[in-house]
């Protein structure tokens, strides 16, 4: 399949492209504390240039200390920022890419414990949703003179943005930060002339686009960054942004990247697989039909195939896959040789913002992601005879790259298909996309040449037999099963039972306990197939080890079926058809559930690890039945140990 709408060439500006994959601004916090650019992100960036997207742009990046938005968030606030920048940007044009840096500043979505700073925005607006917010989240309504102080220190950090040799400068005026604040009625009340109609509230984009435009001349390309929508009431609606788009492509815009949301609808501002591909094509489609400038769109946008429909319908002139490009550097190169099945597919289960939120960016399929400095694919001078144990996610990355290394790999699964518990993990409501990745890891084991030995139980007698070199042990983790009065007798049964025997013979109503991600999964699961559910969690909200976004749709879903959902709720023990709980208003029973379905977590599968001890020269155990976590730390560690053997 040749994709000619998408590797067609296209100029923003000067700036001229090979194909129309942009890989967007996507926040990694690799950076100093004092915004310097590292050696990690600069290997982060050279991989996906050497990938072949269009261009990329950096992360947002500070104009002003004042602006930070997270504590490793780069700057470009000061002369000593630039030498960094240099390095990263020689460095993807020596791999053949072009990079824009994007320059924000969070105004009112500051905070101050970042940035040691009061927060400014528009209007003293709180985004704290509480009737009487505290005063360090109320903004302080910039003046007239602070304001135009602003449009110098965009213009100032533009003019070092050129002076590092980018390709062009993204201004951030989306996402509820600074500029978007004013553009927007949801956080501008202004009465002055930076407020009221659109031409007040477009003053002070306006006024940054044109300084910027004149210290960096006619030739160098400018892209504006917009919320086509902001999701919130009283907040910016297409009819608006076409209006500004217009103001912008007048005023000297080279090209407008038109994405959506502000901080209180963050939830859709990252879609996750609740929410459908290609979410905001169609705000794209409106600016484009405004402006006579090239549009990039934006949003779940997972495949090449769907990027070039896009451009050929008319939705848009360049594509943002900033997940997709995460998941997958090489996805650009890959579809334009057509290698299409060895694309890593995003499956837009938002870790990589979860991870964020945590401290740095990672990758759910993608090990490699933040970790190019290190995690280098090289062939072994001493291939070894490497045996792995489980078919799961971990236990298929580890016999890849193994593999790929030049060791003799084969991977044993006791069951008669691969995937583990993942397999599992994609069946409720949504999470299919999952399948999407497990068919690529095996296809990926088959390309490489792993023997696969599929139905076979894993014995010391096969150990013995075989005499690996290297053993790998991949077996996941069994349901756990707490210590409650009655738990035997009330016939409780694990999500896993729930799952794979695809909720047969249940009965209507169904008791679940635990309402983490997967307990909610299962529930949602449920109720999708008519059961009346209650879910019992001890926390005070569900789904707590999600991702904020999936939080709100699992949320959404299970109040729109009438779950009932009873938190800061402690469960003591369990009876026939119930049990007995307690919250704040004391102890008491709940039953004639038909079925009990227990969600409390999992514990190691290591018994063969530990069966198998001082039995092979080098015995390593990854992922669940090292410790039960997250498929993202199983491929860690399995390419961490693949690496090392």
């Known amino acids: ?69 997270s504590p490793k968030m780069l700057l470009i606030s000061t002369d000593e920022h630039i030498q960094g920048f240099k390095r990263l940007i020689d460095s993807v044009h ?10 924000n500043h969070a105004g009112r979505q500051a905070a101050s414990a970042v940035t040691g700073m009061p927060i400014v925005g528009p209007s003293p607006i709180s985004i704290v949703a509480a009737p009487n917010p505290p005063k360090e989240t109320i903004p302080h309504e910039l003046t007239v003179r602070e304001i135009e102080e602003l449009v110098e220190a965009f213009t100032a950090a533009a003019v070092r943005v050129k002076k590092a040799g980018a390709d062009g400068v993204e201004l951030h005026m989306a996402h509820g930060y600074l500029i978007c604040s004013f553009l927007s009625p949801f956080s501008n009340k202004r009465t002055d002339q930076y407020g009221g109609d659109i031409p007040g509230r477009a003053k002070f984009a306006k006024d940054v686009l044109r300084s910027v435009r004149n210290a960096l001349g006619a030739d160098f390309p400018i892209i504006c960054r917009m919320s086509g929508d902001e999701y919130v009431e009283g907040g910016l609606k297409i009819n608006e942004t076409r209006e500004f788009a217009r103001i912008l492509a007048k005023e000297g815009a080279d090209a407008l990247h038109i994405s959506a949301c502000n901080a209180v609808s963050g939830y859709l501002n990252h879609p996750p697989y609740y929410v459908q591909e290609g979410v905001f094509v169609h705000l794209a489609r409106e600016i484009k039909s405004v402006v006579d400038i090239p549009v990039i769109t934006v949003g779940r946008i997972r495949n090449p195939m769907m990027a070039d429909r896009i451009i050929d319908e008319g939705g848009a002139d360049l594509v943002s896959m900033g997940r997709a490009l995460i998941a997958d550097p090489n996805l650009p190169r890959k579809a334009s040789e057509g290698m299409f099945e060895d694309i890593t597919p995003c499956i837009s289960c938002n870790r990589c913002i979860h991870t964020l939120r945590q401290g740095e960016v990672r990758c759910a399929v993608n090990p490699e992601a933040g970790n190019e400095y290190r995690f280098k694919i090289l062939k072994t001078e001493r291939p070894k005879k490497v045996w792995i144990v489980g078919g799961g996610p971990g236990g298929l990355k580890a016999a890849e790259i193994a593999c790929m290394r030049g060791h003799e790999v084969t991977l044993f699964e006791k069951s008669a298909v691969l995937g ?69 007798e009330s016939g409780a049964i694990s999500i896993e039972d729930v799952l794979s025997q695809k909720g047969q013979n249940l009965g209507r109503k169904i008791l679940v306990i635990g309402g983490g991600g997967a307990g909610a999964e299962t529930a949602d699961y449920l109720s999708e197939m008519g059961k009346e559910v209650t879910l019992v969690e001890m926390l005070s909200a569900i789904a707590g080890d999600l991702a904020f976004h999936l939080q709100h749709y699992l949320q959404t879903r299970l109040k729109e079926k009438q779950v009932t959902i009873l938190t800061s ?73 693949a690496l090392e053997i």
Request: proline residues 6%; without cysteine; glycine residues 10%.
């Open 1 to 69: 399949m040749k994709l000619e709408h998408l590797f067609s060439p296209v100029s923003i500006g000067t700036l001229k492209l090979k194909n129309r994959i942009v890989m967007p601004p996507m926040a990694t916090n690799y950076a100093t504390p004092e915004g310097f650019v590292t050696d990690r992100q600069i290997a982060y960036y050279t991989a996906r240039a050497q990938g072949g997207a269009g261009y990329l742009t950096v992360e947002h990046t500070g104009v002003l200390q004042q602006g930070k938005a």
């Open 94 to 103: 020596d791999a053949g890419g072009k990079m824009v840096i994007q320059i």
């Open 420 to 488: 583990g518990k993942m397999l599992l993990a994609a069946v409720p409501p949504k999470k299919e996309v999952l399948n999407d990745f497990m068919d690529y890891l095996k296809r990926r084991v088959k390309k490489v040449g792993v023997n696969v030995e599929l139905g076979t139980e894993f014995t010391k007698r096969t150990v013995d037999e075989g005499n690996p070199d290297v053993l790998i042990v991949a077996t996941g983790a069994k349901p756990r099963y707490p210590r409650w009065p009655g738990v035997k």
């Open 569 to 641: 709720t402690l469960v003591k023990g369990l009876i026939k058809g119930g049990a007995v709980i307690e919250d704040a208003s004391g102890q008491r029973k709940i039953d004639g559930f038909d079925s009990i379905v227990l969600a409390v977590g999992w514990n190691p599968d290591d018994q063969l690890a530990k069966d198998l001890e001082g039995r092979v020269p080098e015995l390593y155990v990854i992922g669940d039945a090292r410790k039960p976590r997250e498929a993202l730390d199983a491929l860690f560690e399995a390419e961490e140990i």
